[in-house]
């Protein structure tokens, strides 16, 4: 499975009407593709006016049929020309490939999105241990998670997802990863596998 997302920066003078505009065009395409297409609003760890568009799918394959679907559409491309001003950048597209996950069949509120660089030469070492801590947390806090690995951009990057339905559930979360001497333990063994400061850490909310 793969989590394809688009994300973009809202205009900053208008982050209210382009968070209205983005839930409406994600309902206008999950329509046309047959496909739950989930907005997401940016809460910690980056811009406010952060906004992105997420939807799994089974193969690239499916992405393509999906997209000359859109294309195709004149709602839609009538939209995207009209509203088009709502933004203040480019859109930038991702697409991960999920290596192991809890995920649930239906996505949560929050999720936090931890991603890293593995050191050339480590890539395999790094998707084996990012394995072994998304199991880890799975188990250990009964969330759902995920562990994926970039299809396209910067080469190594890793990620790890996971989903709460309340704020209460990241506080659990982060009492294990503080408290959890195991836990702890495992996470020492990431020392030599990621480029320092390559880490980034954030939170974000569904808007619909």
Known sequence: MFIYSRS???????????TVGAVEVAALVSGIIDNEV?????RFGEPINGIRWSMRVESQAELEAMTAKLLANEDYIGWVTTNSGLFETAATDNL???VSSSLAAKPKRYYTLLVANAING?????????????????????????????TYGSFGTVGWLTGADA??????????????AEYQALVAESADLFQQGSGMIGLIERLN
């Open 8 to 18: 973009i920066m809202a205009d900053r003078n208008r982050i209210m009407e382009a």
């Open 38 to 42: 989930a907005v997401y609003g940016s």
């Open 96 to 98: 991960v490939q999920v």
């Open 122 to 150: 480590r890539v395999g070492d790094a998707v084996a241990f990012g394995v072994r801590t998304q199991q880890f947390v799975a188990e250990a806090t009964g969330l759902s998670t995920a562990f994926t690995v970039g």
């Open 167 to 180: 704020m209460g559930e990241l506080d659990a979360l982060a009492a294990m990863q503080f408290t959890n």
